[in-house]
């Protein structure tokens, strides 16, 4: 049986899906448009061929749709869409592509109903999809997390941060995947619960710091300059009070600089277990090793408490960076929060940061770092070595 090809049409903007389902109805293809990414899943039917994304839309936005697509192994052509400068489109693609979709052209906002046609007809015709769509996500068994760990199966990808002043690269953060042999790279919103569960962020936290320490040279500067590295850490792991010399006898092995360490603990675990870690913190900042307070801005309980504590940086949490422009009281909490970490002489470092334009406004509040897909996903450690190359290429 024939195969009817399917165009499916994500976009906050109903013009555009209007203007896409009447091209697609007049070449005899079924559409479907949504203005709502978080109804997606269901509308992805089984015969989706085509799935046309824009990556700028308010509840959830195009890049966390093709993450979400990408877990489900979707085998739909997908097009992006958008208004934004060519370099974001094609970071997206990057991540899409890491994330196993098949991203198969873009259409640069705003397009001539003439384009559209040729993207319709080239990735349509005839010929059925591969394989489909959304598949639920299944729970992953606790024995493969567990043979995970035997098998050393857990690799680091590293986000750039970059220096808002000078524009450079100042550090990286490692971020834990999975390459599980048959389901590919695993995320830890997959992982991370049952791994904490099973008792073995130590674990974890160990693997990435090795791993880590070991793989920063690759990322040194022509003149050996190395650049910091920001490990996540549970604040279980934190309570040992061996931790300090566990990681700096890990620095000696890979002969990298303690005080290029930045620890990030999350502001909500710090709350909880601020005075049975506090001996820790001060002896790893007596080893010069930093402190990052992760997730910044949603315990909101810290601020009273960060005097005490021996941080040397803050993370504004990226959902407050997302509604920097839209939300006045995101805005007021994001300069509040750069003001009174500045008080109390910290660097201030904003997440997830997506647009020019976010990125501007940090810098007139006077934000030290940023990190985010304006910049680039996380990369494997091969794949951050040409960017780091193609990024100093372009900012001399
Ligand atoms: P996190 O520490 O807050 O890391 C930032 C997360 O935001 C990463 O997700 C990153 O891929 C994502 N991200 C980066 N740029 C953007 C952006 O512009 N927009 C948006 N929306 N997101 C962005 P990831 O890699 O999936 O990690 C999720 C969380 O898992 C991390 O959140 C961290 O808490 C935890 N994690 C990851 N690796 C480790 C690890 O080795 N140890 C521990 N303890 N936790 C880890
Ligand atoms: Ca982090
Ligand atoms: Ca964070």
Redesign the pocket.
Known sequence: MPTVDRVLVIDDDKVVGDIVSAAAHAMGLECVATKDATTYLSLIPSATTLILLDLMMPNMDGIEVLRLLGEQQCRARIVLMSGMDKRVIEIAEKLAHTLGLSVVGHLQKPFPVTELKLVLEANTKGEAPAALAARPLIAIPDEELLLAFERGEFVLYYQPQISIATGKVTGV?ALSRWQHPVQGLIFPDRFIARTEALGLMDKLCWLSADCGLGEMELFAADDGTMLRL?L?ASVHTLRDLQFPDILMGLATKHNFPPDKIIV?ITETGLIHELSRTLDVLTRLRMKRIQLSI??FGTGYAMMRQLQNVPATEL?IDKSLIENLQVNDSDRVMVEKIIEMGHELHLEVMA?GVKTQAQFDLLREMGCDGAQGYLFSPPLSAAELVDWLAAYSHRNP
């Open positions: 953060e920001s996540n990030e992760d997730d993370k997440e």
